[in-house]
């Protein structure tokens, strides 16, 4: 079911307690900000999901209140994942759903690294 993104933060969602450990998951890789793991249910050959380590819904929540060393160190580890899993010469898509017309299903921030085919055009058919 779709997420609210104005709603406080979930302590207790799947991405929280992969956070905290209490969830295995398969990590591509894991810095002081963020954690990159593989998406339980891939839509694509390469299909990673890049988390910041601290509370945050989504990317307003994120940008509006997380500190700047946060931020930055999030994204850079976006720019890491795409660099150490050798994406970035096929290319890549990046992608990020905050609320319910994006279907988001977590409420924990995270970016979703879409790669390794062809990956269409950028939604499955023209929204009007
Ligand atoms: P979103 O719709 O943007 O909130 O995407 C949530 C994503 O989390 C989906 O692609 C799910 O397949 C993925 N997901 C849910 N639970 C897990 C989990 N335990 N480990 C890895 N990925 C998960």
Redesign the pocket.
């Known amino acids: 079911m779709?997420?609210d993104a104005r709603a406080p933060y979930d302590t207790s969602n799947?991405?929280a307690?992969?956070l905290r450990g209490e969830?295995?998951?398969?990590k591509v890789y894991e810095d002081d900000f963020a954690l990159a793991?593989?998406?339980?249910?891939?839509?694509a050959p390469v299909?990673v999901?890049v988390i910041p380590k601290g509370e945050y819904v989504s990317m307003a929540d994120f940008t509006a209140k997380a500190p700047d060393t946060l931020v930055t160190g999030f994204f850079r580890a976006v720019g890491k994942v795409a660099e150490e899993l050798e994406l970035v010469e096929g290319g890549y898509r990046i992608?990020?759903?905050a609320g319910t017309n994006?279907?988001?299903?977590?409420?924990h921030l995270?970016v979703?690294i879409f790669a390794g085919a062809p990956l269409g055009p950028m939604l499955a058919s023209k929204i009007s």
Do not use: G, M
């Open positions: 779709a997420v799947i991405f307690r992969i969830i295995p998951c398969k793991f593989h998406d339980i249910n891939p839509q299909h999901l992608l990020a759903n994006s279907h988001q299903e977590v409420p995270h979703h």
